[in-house]
């Protein structure tokens, strides 16, 4: 097995071996004080997700799979320390942001890598294979993370938070270990990066062409 394939497995174990998921609104709570400002926390992480979409996709064709990995493994290590330092909403804020930005560094780049390393050796026929055993490791990790966060919840909610701080660490020393695969062509693996190109290319057809369809019928088609 290719050494990318094994680390992806470890990485995609490590990035969701969160102690705190059981608990993390009771612990968004007890900092905020308030059941709306606790799941607002939830919302921001998700909207910055969609809104860096986009830009990081872009990114990640051009600074590479590797480059990608790590600086979303590095928004993840400040989102959980921030989550862990916890002093304020403010503060809770910062790290929902981050959480954000580390899910769209990952969005189609981690799966990109996958593949393309599995083309490096004339094996992407079984990209469905082992898209199938490193995202697995995704639900293990977040088993195990559960059943052991609630033992330590027991003692310390604090402890729970600043705990999740090592997986994400060792998700950064993983990411520095991961071989830049070459890449035959430089297509994005970001959806929304196919639409952006997309809606360009009708955009400058639709300057050069006098009559003909609509701006609107043309991207209804795409869409």
Known sequence: MHKNIRLLALFNFFTDFHLYSAILIIYFVKVTGSYSLGMSLFSVAMLSSALF???????????????????GAICSLVSVIFYAIGASYLILFIGALFEGLQRAWYSGNNDALLYETLSN????????????????????AAAVGIIIGGFVAVWSFSLVMWFSVIPQLICLIISLQIIE?????????????????????????EARRPKGRSFTKNLCLVC
Do not use: C
């Open 53 to 71: 979409e986009i830009p990081t996709g872009i990114f990640s064709d051009y600074i590479g799979r590797k480059k990608t990995m790590i600086s």
């Open 121 to 140: 050796s004339n094996r992407k026929d079984d990209y469905d294979h082992y898209l199938g055993r490193t995202s697995s490791m995704f639900q293990v």
């Open 181 to 205: 695969p070459t890449r035959l062509s430089y297509q994005s693996a970001n959806i929304y990066s196919h639409l952006f190109t997309a809606i360009k290319k009708i955009w400058s057809s």
